[in-house]
């Protein structure tokens, strides 16, 4: 991908100076999420160069089929995993920020697929719904659900991305679980900060 030429592969960057074609409801950057809190000061898409060319290539072949993929969370600096931990110290769904997440290396993303014109796909649950509905291997849903899952599943996958067992819109590229655990923070719009 020649817009990534002199970019190391670790390097972070902004999804959306890359690509026009994803679809963005960053729930930490509102109070809509589990926390029921705003971590984020404001919605961007971080991520690792090479995340970001697994998660484009993806995407185009989504496209192809007539889907686009949206974020939830993709990097999330670690205090906020401090944050998450403190109010739901379960590694079955939280990643012990000690040894941080793949979220907080730049290597996870939590999405789902909408259609062309941003409808999203029905899933069977939220986003960060905490129970067996969520979990990939409950089958006792709809089979329109159960494709919509084994569609985002099998084409993450073949770009690179595994599957954590509890949660149907997380997906870790297989090659990020290495990189260090990262705390930055990006810098928000001068409107978004009130400055």
């Known amino acids: 991908m020649k817009f990534f030429a002199g970019l190391a592969d670790t390097t972070f960057v902004r999804l959306a100076d890359f690509s026009d074609d994803f679809v963005y409801d960053m729930r930490y950057a509102t109070e809509n999420n589990f926390l029921k809190a705003k971590v984020y000061d404001c919605a961007e898409?971080?991520?690792?160069?090479?995340t970001a060319k697994a998660l484009i290539t993806a995407n185009r072949e989504f496209m192809d089929k007539g889907y686009r993929v949206k974020f939830f969370d993709c990097y999330r600096p670690n205090s906020v995993q401090y944050k998450?931990?403190?109010?739901f110290p379960n590694p079955q769904y939280v990643a012990n920020p000690v040894k941080g997440s793949i979220h907080n290396r730049g290597g996870a993303v939590d999405v789902t697929l909408v259609d062309m014109d941003g409808n999203e796909l029905d899933m069977g649950t939220d986003f960060d719904f905490f129970g067996q509905r969520a979990h990939h291997d409950y089958t006792d849903l709809p089979e329109k659900v159960l494709a919509n899952r084994r569609?985002?599943?099998?084409t993450m996958k073949k770009h690179g991305f595994w599957h954590i067992r509890t949660e149907w819109w997380h997906y870790n590229l297989t090659v990020g679980s290495n990189d260090k655990v990262a705390n930055f923070k990006w810098a928000c719009p001068d409107y978004v900060c009130g400055i």
């Open 84 to 87: 998450m931990w403190e109010l």
């Open 151 to 154: 569609l985002l599943k099998e």
């Open 45 to 50: 898409c971080y991520v690792r160069v090479k």
